[in-house]
């Protein structure tokens, strides 16, 4: 029997799948419209109207950070905060998933239960390939906060089968706090040096810094040293921090980025993601930027908790990050489900001329999930002109190149298009900003900060657009994943046709394409 996703695909098929559609070119006028097919099917609203198809999200109830994430033996693990008995934050457990492909995840029983130590905060996971631990070969190990008032100390647990079933180790908790320290969490654990000589090394959130310990065994810690007084942006409080050691692109050097989750004051307002490029010895992490220099992952307000997973194979470096805002998290719609994961993102430094800076981009397993392609061929948009594309494919991946001419004002591409509700990521020139606006994009008076717009500064003649739109998640990476802005959205119309749009003066669409994800 078809579902009405098999259905949609069907009608979609049937016009665009096989040869790519082609627009018009130039010459003809800039309002045009490609349609898809006389059969439109209306949506009820319903909690499954805002569900992603490719975006991990929850069966039921609340979800936050993605936790222990950790690559072993073909499987991509996926734990995360969960409060399975309601759909706004609680006693923390730790939910799991995994997926073969980073595109389709397969739900798993709760890894993680709260006891008498606390509830289940934020952290890690490690496979532990030459038993450091002694729970046995290749145990995969969790290294989580437990929390319980006033401490939060460091837990660990254990499994022998691919963590599908977990046991807390008797002599937890390992790591509790210096005496005084309140907020103390969020352990990411990694194995630096030589098989030999190494040891494990965690970072962990302490107020507005981070703390590095070593072990041996991660049973018993050590303190090496502190980082973060002063430095980045303060204005609020650290949590989930990360550290990993990356290639810069087009050279031999590397650089070790301490990446942050930042409780406020981010660029789109409330909670986002703050890193810091330099150098760590296996003790010390030192900044290579002044300490007045605020980098940020995401101009997006959707970005947060990011985690990359270990051991992720062909040495790349992977993150994913809850797709919400502590501003209002826990008022988004839907409200049987609440909480969703952006899309696995493949890390990067690129040399710039401000320094050398992350660069993200959509993990390359998406692009064999890529078919009905409708291409734009290139065309210059003037005096409001657009061009509409219309569509059924639930989960989309857009490609736009536009070239600034002189007389270029503000253009870019609406989403989710129909009966006045849309979302916008555009770019204006005047202001050199790309920018994204959500304020006609359905349900938005959940919270008053859900419709501030967004801006990013963002200096080029050529803007390259590449932007995931997939149920109520948008992602949008610009010219070659530099600026990543990352944003929730609530339309309930169901459409999914898109508008390339000049707003007056005059821009060069070089070429855009359309396509359908199908996981
Ligand atoms: C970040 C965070 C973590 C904490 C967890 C609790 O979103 O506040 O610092 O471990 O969420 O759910």
Redo the contacts with the bound molecule.
Sequence with gaps: MLNKRGFLCILLLMVSCGQPTMLPDAHEPTDRMIPKSTMMIKPTITPELFRPLIHFTPQKAWI??PNGMVYYDGEYHLFY?YHPDSTV?GP?HWGHAVSRDLVNWEHLPIALYPDENGTI??GSAVIDWHNTAGFGEEAMIAIF?H?KQPRQSQSIAYSLDKGRTWTKYEGNPVLPPPSGIRNF??PKVFWYGTQEAGYWVMVL?VGQTTLFYRSADLKAWQSMSGFGLTEGAQCGIW??PDLFELPVAGTNETRWVLTL?I?NCAPAGG?GTQYFVGHFDGERFTNENDKETVLWADYGADF??AQSFSDSPDGRRIWMA?MSN?DYATTTPPETWRGAMSIPRELGLAKTADGIRLTQQPVAELQSKLMAETEVASTVLTDDGSITIESSAEAQLINATFTILPESSRFGIRVHVGDGQSATVGYSRKERVLFTSRSEAGVTDFNEKFTTGHIASLEADVIQLQIIVDGSAVEVFANDGTLVMTERIFTTTGSRDIEIFADGGRIQLDSAQLYEIAP
């Design positions: 936050n950070d905060q934050w923390m905060f934020s906060t929390d969490r969020d959130a949590e989930t989750g409780n909670s947060y908790a809850w502590w």
